[in-house]
């Protein structure tokens, strides 16, 4: 999905809005029990896995799941294919960022088990995540390899990014690998970096283009809209007494997402979702002396909704930047400015509500 499919409802492609939306929400698929074993946990997709089998491999974190993971992923499968034996991704929980940056670790662009539910969407067979941990990050790449992976599988060849390294000290590199790889029989594969744009797509990237508004962008470089997850609380109350009911979603800040200003977006609740206005951030008021407060806040207008979500998990993806958070003079210039954000999120996406169908497994709290 790129920027250029958009807007749908310009197109009059209902369907394509719902299947943006239910790619955004990492719809329609289940992950399973995983198979717990002593420092790791396998989930197996198909029936073509078993543990100590042949196997084809693709490592690495894996954070976002964006464009770049899902052309390694299928480069990995075709080889998995031609060899006649399954496809197995290999990575680490939670992103090793998190336990190695200390204090102020990088934003995430999915939670930890989202990122698995991504990953299970891709053409392979299972999902092997180690536990990530300090003293697991002390281990050397040969240590892992020979006491680790290859004690869980038999890996024919490994498909990693030519950017990936491994081990204590990031020691195992692409070359290192293919020189340890190589004396055991396995095949070594470093894939370069898939380039949007004239530039790498890196999760990196994406969280700087989050954290700047250009959703769009972030959208195209992910394959899929951008979204966070939260609960409804009470706010204000600004919106409902100038006619316009909002749902306040907060947030964890621990997600990439920008700032502030107004986006067309979409408003996930249960298996039902609607197109919304959105404004991120504690708005200027128009109200003399008030001042922006915290972040963490997702006011979304649905569209077309009525009914009561204080207390309920909303999810909210943006799909485009409408403009820039702004103060107002007074209550008449506010209300314009929102029915004019609610009348160009009609016109790029529609204003009816539509299923999302099932949406996996249940999430963590992000407030």
């Given at each position: 999905?790129?920027?250029?499919?958009?807007?749908?409802?310009?197109?009059?492609?209902?369907?394509?809005?719902?299947?943006?939306?239910?790619?955004?929400?990492?719809?329609?698929?289940?992950?399973?029990?995983?198979?717990?074993?002593?420092?790791?946990?396998?989930?197996?997709?198909?029936?073509?896995?078993?543990?100590?089998?042949?196997?084809?491999?693709?490592?690495?974190?894996?954070?976002?799941?964006?464009?770049?993971?899902?052309?390694?992923?299928?480069?990995?499968?075709?080889?998995?294919?031609?060899?006649?034996?399954?496809?197995?991704?290999?990575?680490?929980?939670?992103?090793?960022?998190?336990?190695?940056?200390?204090?102020?670790?990088?934003?995430?662009?999915?939670?930890?088990?989202?990122?698995?539910?991504?990953?299970?969407?891709?053409?392979?067979?299972?999902?092997?995540?180690?536990?990530f941990t300090r003293d697991f990050a002390n281990l050397g790449?040969?240590?892992?390899?020979?006491?680790?992976?290859?004690?869980?599988?038999?890996?024919?060849?490994?498909?990693?990014?030519?950017?990936?390294?491994?081990?204590?000290?990031?020691?195992?590199?692409?070359?290192?690998?293919?020189?340890?790889?190589?004396?055991?029989?396995?095949?070594?594969?470093?894939?370069?970096?898939?380039?949007?744009?004239?530039?790498?797509?890196?999760?990196?990237?994406?969280?700087?283009?989050?954290?700047?508004?250009e959703v769009e962008l972030a959208m195209e470089l992910l394959?899929?809209?951008?979204?966070?997850?939260?609960?409804?609380?009470?706010?204000?109350?600004?919106?409902?007494?100038?006619?316009?009911?909002?749902?306040?979603?907060?947030?964890?800040?621990?997600?990439?997402?920008?700032?502030?200003?107004?986006?067309?977006?979409?408003?996930?609740?249960?298996?039902?979702?609607?197109?919304?206005?959105?404004?991120?951030?504690?708005?200027?008021?128009?109200?003399?002396?008030?001042?922006?407060?915290?972040?963490?806040?997702?006011?979304?207008?649905?569209?077309?909704?009525?009914?009561?979500?204080?207390?309920?998990?909303?999810?909210?993806?943006?799909?485009?930047?409408?403009?820039?958070?702004?103060?107002?003079?007074?209550v008449g210039e506010l209300q314009a400015a929102v029915r004019?954000?609610?009348?160009?999120?009609?016109?790029?996406?529609?204003?009816?509500?539509?299923?999302?169908?099932?949406?996996?497994?249940?999430?963590?709290?992000?407030?």
């Amino acid at each position: 999905m790129s920027a250029v499919d958009l807007p749908a409802a310009e197109r009059g492609d209902a369907q394509d809005l719902a299947d943006l939306a239910r790619d955004a929400f990492l719809c329609g698929r289940d992950l399973p029990d995983p198979m717990a074993m002593p420092g790791a946990k396998a989930y197996a997709l198909t029936e073509r896995f078993s543990l100590g089998g042949p196997a084809v491999l693709a490592l690495g974190t894996f954070d976002g799941v964006h464009r770049g993971h899902r052309r390694l992923v299928e480069c990995a499968a075709d080889d998995a294919r031609q060899r006649g034996v399954p496809l197995v991704i290999v990575t680490f929980d939670p992103d090793p960022s998190q336990v190695l940056a200390g204090p102020s670790p990088a934003s995430l662009l999915l939670s930890s088990r989202d990122r698995l539910l991504a990953l299970s969407h891709l053409p392979a067979d299972a999902i092997i995540a180690f536990d990530f941990t300090r003293d697991f990050a002390n281990l050397g790449y040969e240590e892992f390899v020979t006491d680790r992976l290859l004690s869980l599988l038999r890996p024919l060849a490994i498909h990693v990014g030519s950017d990936f390294a491994l081990g204590r000290g990031r020691e195992g590199s692409i070359g290192a690998l293919e020189v340890l790889l190589g004396a055991l029989g396995i095949s070594a594969f470093g894939h370069e970096l898939r380039r949007a744009h004239g530039a790498a797509i890196s999760a990196t990237r994406i969280r700087a283009l989050l954290v700047a508004g250009e959703v769009e962008l972030a959208m195209e470089l992910l394959g899929r809209a951008p979204f966070v997850s939260g609960v409804v609380a009470h706010g204000r109350g600004e919106g409902s007494s100038l006619g316009f009911p909002t749902a306040n979603v907060r947030f964890d800040r621990a997600f990439a997402f920008p700032e502030d200003g107004v986006y067309a977006g979409i408003c996930g609740v249960g298996e039902r979702a609607w197109p919304a206005a959105v404004n991120i951030g504690e708005p200027p008021s128009y109200v003399e002396g008030d001042a922006a407060s915290d972040v963490g806040l997702a006011e979304a207008s649905l569209i077309g909704f009525s009914g009561d979500l204080y207390g309920r998990d909303v999810s909210v993806a943006l799909v485009k930047r409408l403009r820039p958070s702004v103060r107002f003079e007074g209550v008449g210039e506010l209300q314009a400015a929102v029915r004019r954000n609610l009348d160009e999120t009609r016109r790029l996406l529609g204003s009816a509500a539509f299923d999302l169908g099932h949406r996996g497994w249940d999430r963590e709290p992000r407030s």
